[in-house]
């Protein structure tokens, strides 16, 4: 292994060895304020100086969040400047991903004609990395105008296939489905071109994984909340990035119950992992299984894009754990109720 390549393993060890312990967070759920969760932050742990210039008593969540991304963003590129075969392309899959939650923000704003918020929740570091014009964005009022916005960039071909319905709502879920197929699509083909051997192994079942249980949190929701017909329910799958095969997911797909759904996953390889996570809520099992394969693979691991990656995967988790954290005692909730969100 080169220096280089030890120094990657030791910088991302050593950042993540600073993220926040069980005692942070027994300390922070202690707390009976949203100022005492800011001033114990800013104090003890590593956000603080992110949080340096924010005033603990008026603080607002959503420049708050912004911040923590920011820094988790900053973080992570620190990271991806050190020599390593596929930095380029994970740095670009972050980029690529932080749009694409951008672009379906937009799209749900546009549904429910808000769009004016979009640009006071849009993260500013982004603006120096995308190719997305955010002012044209920010202005549009309409589809069309939407699609105007974006033809000069990679999604427009993916996006200009859609059109409102007779009530003019956008179907979301399906052009969410289309852009996390391209960023999957452009990640798996990077790995496959830039790695080989234990590294693209690593990695393939890292974000195979991730995708297997995308796709059966996707199939319970689907069944659950809208109750939509198995046909239907297969369009909204990404099953060409995935380790489970096509007759399995038909088979979820077409399952009579929740319950049996879970049967089935947990019938599979990856799906035994189900049993080992600690979840409360189904819509918990996707996250945890990440964050278990992320820290799993930061400290066992050899090669320094699959630490990296589990990095950057490792990084995302605690800023939810940290905004849940916030919410949490911003709206007096048990200290039990908060600590079930947290994925540690």
Known sequence: MSTTSYAVLAKARAKYGKFLTERDYTNILACQSVAEVMVYLKSHTHYASVLSEVNERDVHRGRLELLLRQ?????????????????????????????????????????????????????????????????????????????????????????????????????????????YAYIFKNMLELIN??????ERQELLTMFRTVNDYNIFSRILRLKKYYQLPPEVIKTNMLPEYSSLSPKLIDKMCEAESSAEVFQIMQSTGCGRLIGKIGYKHASDISPRVQFKLAKKNIHFSNNPSVVMISFMFLSETELMNVISLIEGIRYQLEPKTIQSLIIH
């Open 193 to 198: 071109k830039k790695t080989k051997g234990t």
């Open 71 to 179: 820094y988790l963003f900053d973080e992570f590129d620190t990271l991806c400047r050190y020599d390593s075969s596929v930095s380029v392309g994970f740095s670009q899959y972050y980029v690529e991903k932080t749009e694409v939650e951008q672009i379906i923000r937009f799209l749900v704003l546009l549904n429910s004609n808000s769009t004016e918020k979009f640009i006071f929740q849009f993260p500013a570091f982004l603006s120096k990395h995308t190719e997305l014009d955010v002012y044209k964005l920010a202005n549009a009022g309409n589809y069309d105008e939407f699609l105007a916005a974006l033809n000069n960039t990679s999604y427009y071909d993916i996006l200009k296939v859609f059109k409102p319905d007779k009530k003019g709502f956008l179907p979301v879920s399906d052009i969410e489905n289309k852009l």
